[in-house]
């Protein structure tokens, strides 16, 4: 699987919109882009994955450039709760999810 | 759906001692996998299953061993504990076809002294 790049840490002021870059610059033309995040040392929750097209589900909007180098996480709307750390994986689709690999992701924090 | 459930949630053990951390889910998810996190560092994968009787290592295998006899259990072994292996556990399963996401449980926090 594609290695990612992703900034060690963020700040977002409450009620706004927070973008969370990826860097896939090897990614292949079946990997997925995945987006997890985990709050305050619990498990690593699921927020949305795609392929090429944007995508956007109740939590979050994913956006994948065109050349598919680099993706954008958006939280349209941020909140206190919404710190934690952002994972952005890739995978070759329909493998073993369990394989996958976990960088060191990015420490969002959203500030009042 | 109780989802993925990790048992214990704490455990302190000393150098040497053997232990078993469990993992169950109730999904019928084919994979399921075993990951540690360190302080303030991401998730690395020990071993993972791609369905009952078939285990692989993942990046840091060394000094845990794996069985898969159900679908639904996935427990990970500590032979002879470390003060090394002091860090996290993670247990995540998810269905075998497509793009199936990964599902965690809460964790079980281990130190070793």
């Known amino acids: 699987d594609a290695k990612t790049t992703q900034p060690t840490s963020m700040d977002c002021a409450e009620g706004r919109a927070a973008n969370l870059p990826c860097n896939h610059s090897?990614?292949?033309?079946?990997?997925?882009v995945y987006w997890y995040r985990q709050i305050h040392s619990q498990g690593p929750q699921y927020i949305i994955h795609?392929?090429?097209n944007n995508e956007t589900n109740e939590m979050a909007s994913l956006i994948i450039t065109e050349d598919r180098k680099s993706s954008t996480l958006i939280l349209p709307h941020a909140t206190l709760r919404d710190t934690a750390v952002y994972y952005c994986?890739?995978?070759?689709?329909?493998?073993?999810?369990?394989?996958?690999?976990f960088g060191d992701g990015t420490t969002l924090t959203v500030k009042p | 759906n109780a989802g993925v459930t990790q048992t214990p949630k704490f455990q302190v053990l000393k150098t040497g001692q053997s232990m078993t951390l469990q993992c169950a889910q109730d999904m019928n998810h084919e994979y399921m996998s075993w990951y540690r996190q360190d302080p303030g560092m991401g998730l690395r994968l020990i071993h993972y299953?791609?369905?009952?009787?078939i285990t692989d290592q993942g990046e840091v295998p060394n000094g845990y061993n794996v069985s898969r006899s159900t679908t639904e259990d996935f427990p990970l072994r500590l032979l002879s504990a470390a003060p090394s292996q002091t860090s996290v556990y993670f247990c995540a399963s998810s269905w075998g076809q497509g793009n199936s996401p990964l599902h965690f449980g809460n964790g079980t926090r281990l130190t070793v002294t």
């Open positions: 090897t990614i292949s033309g079946n990997e997925y």
């Open positions: 994986i890739v995978r070759v689709f329909n493998t073993n999810a369990g394989k996958s690999t």
């Open positions: 299953s791609v369905g009952a009787g």
């Open positions: 795609g392929l090429k």
